[in-house]
């Protein structure tokens, strides 16, 4: 059974960092594409940054390019999302969430599990 626990969110002012962290339980972590989400107040839920399962390739949504950064350490079964020039409508939960057959897509439904989210607020 995977589960997935994130943390590292809070409140920054505009042009701050953040790193969020997403700790696995489960062997094959190692096996899973990783992905980062958001959802807003009264927003869908949409795509943010994905890595593949040996953390060659990593896909970013083009509101974040350049400024987030995945990555992840199978040694430590934790996926990394590095938030730099933090802007207010980055403000939002945020969630990891595993792709157990590796395909790291930006679709939501792709991925099978999912953690409870962390609250990133961004003041401006």
């Known amino acids: 059974q995977v589960q997935l626990v994130e943390s590292g969110g809070g409140l920054v002012q505009a042009g701050g960092s953040l790193r969020l962290s997403c700790a696995a339980s489960g062997r094959t972590f190692s096996s899973y594409a990783m992905g980062w989400f958001r959802q807003a107040p009264g927003k869908e839920r949409e795509f943010v940054a994905t890595?593949?399962?040996?953390?060659?390739?990593?896909n970013y949504a083009d509101s974040v390019k350049g400024r987030f950064t995945i990555s992840r350490d199978n040694a430590k079964n934790t996926v990394y999302l590095q938030m730099n020039s933090l802007k207010p409508e980055d403000t939002a939960v945020y969630y990891c969430a595993a792709d157990l057959y590796g395909r790291g897509t930006t679709r939501s439904s792709a991925y099978e599990k999912w953690g409870q989210g962390t609250q990133v607020t961004v003041s401006s």
């Open positions: 890595i593949h399962s040996s953390g060659s390739n990593a």
